[in-house]
């Protein structure tokens, strides 16, 4: 039975048996959430965070963060896409085609 503390500000981690605890006081705008991942995932997630000197916690608020900002970026795009083919502001397959042979970015 591996146990390791640490400190970070005020919050006391604790990590034991390939889980983590944490002990201080959340934020008010912090909310705590549980769900179930692969071992292989958990595994390499801590030895992600004992590399950074970081928690578990804290690279799964990154990917949180990643996640809705890429998926947002993504999102907008359709809708200005969308948006674009509204106003019939469009090109045809094959004038898509034209313009990129032309720049030399076609597939071949």
Known sequence: MMRQDRMQGD???????NM????GIMGNNEKTISFRAVTEKID????????QD???SYLINEAITNYIELHAYQDALV???LEEK???RVLSHEEVVKRLKRTGRARQ
Not at 20 to 23: D, L, Q, S, T, V
Request: proline share 0%; hydrophobic share 40%.
């Open 11 to 17: 919050v006391r981690i604790v990590i034991q048996n």
């Open 20 to 23: 983590c605890y944490r002990f």
């Open 44 to 51: 390499a997630l801590d030895s992600l965070a004992a590399a």
């Open 54 to 56: 970081r928690s578990r």
């Open 79 to 81: 809708r200005r896409g």
């Open 86 to 88: 509204r106003k019939g």
